[in-house]
């Protein structure tokens, strides 16, 4: 019987061996006489090891969205004095700003003359904030509307009151209130503060559990800071950067220990020594920072003021203010949103008094 040769590979794997056992030869002995190429062999791989790692762990940072880019790109509308850029960073998820433009209705509920917020019927008031809203998405498709209710909930007083601060604070169930007309159209809300004698380190944790709704924002305004000592109204006060950076922090760790959406901070601003040292303002990614156009006249006044005092000293965002009274006194005229949005940046949050 004839026996079958059956082919194997036994005489590759007799070479291969032959081969490695050469090899591992030669490599000892080229160790045993250059033991500092060994060393720096292992020290070469532990380090390319350990890049690798570094490499795989660090995350890579996020390519701002196209989105936040075109928004960007819109709102500071060709800027060419270098002022304005379009290359911040992309703010946390839940912000408002730069992807809704801000119209806000401004007041206080006891007084007709601080507001249109106070002095409509809430149905009315309602109603004519959202007929407002939509002149604006007409005037500017580009950008979705977010309508707003802007409190004072602390006002500035001429007489010294509780504790000689000049200033009056509205009881809880007012604040609640305006939560409640917002609730009806979908609108944010900003608690406004004016601290007289006041300050906002005594003023701003009063009102913590507001602080903690996702949907409550905060105004400042330097004008009732009387930090001479003078009633409020006297002289036009001021804030600086002390106060400014104390107001972000706070309300940076209200944002962090709550897990909330950035909150918005408007300061409001019409010369321009009632806000110092703006360059000394910290920005941070919980809050989103506007300055706010706060005087009152003909277009072309208010458009040099915005000019002056917003444009002139950016900090993240702007903002302008309509007064529906005192725009319109002698023979003056409302600005329209037309003419709001040829100004370089365009404003994003637009208050109406």
């Known amino acids: 019987m004839k026996q079958e040769t059956v082919p194997t590979r036994s005489g590759t794997f007799i070479k291969k061996s032959v081969f490695l056992s050469v090899s591992a030869i030669f490599l000892a002995l080229i160790f045993a006489y250059y033991p500092n190429l060994k060393k720096a062999a292992i020290s070469a791989a532990s380090i390319n090891k350990v890049d ?56 206080n509920l006891y007084s007709k003359n601080m507001g249109i917020l106070g002095e409509l019927p809430k149905k009315e008031m309602l109603e004519k904030l959202q007929a407002e809203a939509k002149l604006w998405e007409v005037a500017d498709t580009a950008m979705e509307v977010q309508p707003a209710l802007h409190y004072i909930a602390v006002t500035a007083q001429n007489l010294p009151g509780k504790g000689n601060k000049y200033r009056l604070r509205m009881p809880f169930h007012q604040i609640d209130s305006v939560l409640k007309m917002a609730e009806q159209i979908n609108a944010i809300v900003f608690i406004d503060i004016q601290v007289g004698l006041s300050t906002l380190q005594d003023e701003i944790p009063q009102l913590e559990k507001y602080w903690k709704l996702p949907n409550v924002h905060l105004g400042i305004d330097p004008e009732f800071s009387m930090k001479g000592g003078q009633k409020p ?10 106060d400014i950076n104390y ?8 944002v962090k220990e709550n897990n909330l959406p950035p909150k918005i901070l408007v300061v409001h601003r019409f010369t321009q020594a009632m806000v110092k040292n703006y360059k000394k303002f910290k920005t941070v990614p919980e809050v989103q920072f506007v300055m ?32 529906y009274k005192n725009d319109t006194k002698g023979n003056g005229r409302l600005i329209t949103p037309q003419e709001l949005i040829k100004l370089k940046p365009q404003p994003v949050y637009i208050q109406y008094q």
């Not at 109204?233 to 002390?242: E, K, N, P, W, Y």
């Open 247 to 254: 107001t972000t922090e706070y309300l940076q760790k209200i």
């Open 52 to 107: 690798t790692i570094d490499n795989e762990l660090k995350p890579k940072p996020a390519e701002p969205s196209l989105s936040f880019k075109e928004k960007m790109v819109h709102i500071v509308n060709g800027d060419s004095s270098g002022r304005w850029t379009t290359d911040k960073p992309e703010p946390p998820a839940g912000a408002v700003l730069p992807y809704k433009r801000i119209i806000a209705y401004y007041g």
């Open 233 to 242: 109204g006297a002289v036009i006060g001021s804030f600086d950067d002390a």
């Open 292 to 323: 706010h156009m706060d005087g009152w006249g003909f277009p072309a006044k208010k458009i040099n003021t915005y000019k002056q005092f917003i444009s002139k000293e950016p900090v993240e965002y702007a903002g302008f203010k309509i007064f």
